[in-house]
Every structure is written in C-alpha cells, then in structure tokens.
T-cell receptor
Framework: DAKTTQPNSMESNEEEPVHLPCNHS???????IHWYRQLPSQGPEYVIH???SNVNNRMASLAIAEDRKSSTLILHRATLRDAAVYYC????????FGTGTRLQVFP | GAVVSQHPSRVICKSGTSVKIECRSL??????MFWYRQFPKQSLMLMAT?????????EQGVEKDKFLINHASLTLSTLTVTSAHPEDSSFYIC????????????FGQGTRLTVV
C-alpha cells in the first residue's frame, strides 16, 4: 500500500490561495491520487482525483508531479467553509487514509 | 453528487449486545464498499473492503468474527458489531464506489457508537 505524507496542519487567510502538499513516493504507476476532506463528526467528502495530468474541478485543482511522487491540492480562494482535515490517498485496491492536514482559515 | 446513506447516525448499546449499521448507495450501484472506524482526533482506519457478492477482506488486526460485514446487494452493505464492548465505541464510516480507483468514493455521514 502506498504511504502518503502530509503536514499536520496549515493556516490560510480567507480569499487567499492554499497549496496543500502530499508526498507519495511509493505510489505505483496505476494508483490514482485522491483527495478528500472531512469536517468534524462527518464522513469525508470527495475533493478531486487524478492519475498523471493536472486536474481541475469546481472545488479545487490537483497538480501532480511529473514523477508522481508528490502532488499538491490547490484551493484557489480559501473560504471559512474550507476549514477541514484534508486527506491525500493513493488508491490501490484499497482506499487507505494517512494522517491528513488540518487546514485553518482565518477571516 | 452521489449519495450514500448510513444509518443509524448515533447508537448507544449495552455491553454484550450486537449492533447493526447499514450503508446504502442511493443513486448508484456500489461494486465496492469500505468500512472505517475513527477515534477522536485520529484518521480513518480501514477495517475491511467488501465487493458485492464476495466475502469481505479484513485488514490485519480486525476480527472478522466480531465485525461482520455483509454486502449482499449492489446498494446495501451492513456492519454488525457483535458482543460489543466499551472499547468498540467509535465513529464508524462506510464508503461506496461504483467502480474502483478511477472513480471517486462517496462516504456515509458516519455512525457514532457508544457502548455502555
């Protein structure tokens, strides 16, 4: 199982961009990189996923390194509602979560 | 987006009893479902992976006889905690996906189990 490493916490001000990094150096060539976020006492929410190319959706952008050993989740303009724990996962046959990054957003 | 309904959201039971948690995919067929438990301020810990019609695959250290998982249909999976003990008190979360890693996973709202 590919292991992911993320910083424990990050801070941002409202309306500023946020770059959340993730290392997944043991990822295999067919593992998709997924990002989810979780609010307290709720199930995780899907954010974005990709394989090799950068991906954009209405919530965020995902930048994947050329060697696929790392990726960055980009929130273009953080809002207070973006405060959550963000998990980066490398989906093999299982969806295993690492420790995640707790994002704080200040007004 | 797709919806996964998990029920009940909260349950309190006595030690020694069994509790069943249901996870339903409401608008798609879930070929794979995952079950997690989460302790306060910790990450989600995968308990088992179940594919419709097959026996669940349990993670190391998870007792299959204690945590019974059934995935009898493409829209329903159940987790039964048997002979519950206070240390089984936790937040249990299910996830369902219509495919494998190419598609996103959708999560239930979680079940807070308290064993007294």
């Amino acid at each position: 199982d590919a292991k992911t490493t993320q910083p424990n916490s990050m801070e941002s001000n409202e309306e500023e961009p946020v770059h959340l990094p993730c290392n997944h150096s043991t990822i295999s060539g067919t593992d998709y990189i997924h990002w989810y976020r979780q609010l307290p006492s709720q199930g995780p929410e899907y954010v974005i996923h990709g394989l090799t190319s950068n991906v954009n959706n209405r919530m965020a952008s995902l930048a994947i390194a050329e060697d696929r050993k790392s990726s960055t989740l980009i929130l273009h303009r953080a809002t207070l509602r973006d405060a959550a724990v963000y998990y980066c996962t490398a989906w093999t046959d299982k969806l295993i979560f690492g420790t995640g990054t707790r994002l704080q957003v200040f007004p | 987006g797709a919806v996964v309904s998990q029920h009940p959201s909260r349950v309190i039971c006595k030690s020694g009893t069994s509790v069943k948690i249901e996870c339903r995919s409401l608008d798609f067929q879930a070929t794979t479902m995952f079950w997690y438990r989460q302790f306060p301020k910790q990450s989600l810990m995968l308990m088992a992976t179940s594919n419709e019609g097959s026996k669940a695959t349990y993670e190391q250290g998870v007792e299959k006889d204690k945590f019974l998982i059934n995935h009898a249909s493409l829209t329903l999976s159940t987790l039964t905690v048997t002979s519950a003990h206070p240390e089984d008190s936790s937040f249990y979360i299910c996830s369902a996906t219509p495919g494998r890693r190419r598609t996103e996973a959708f999560f239930g709202q979680g079940t807070r189990l308290t064993v007294v």
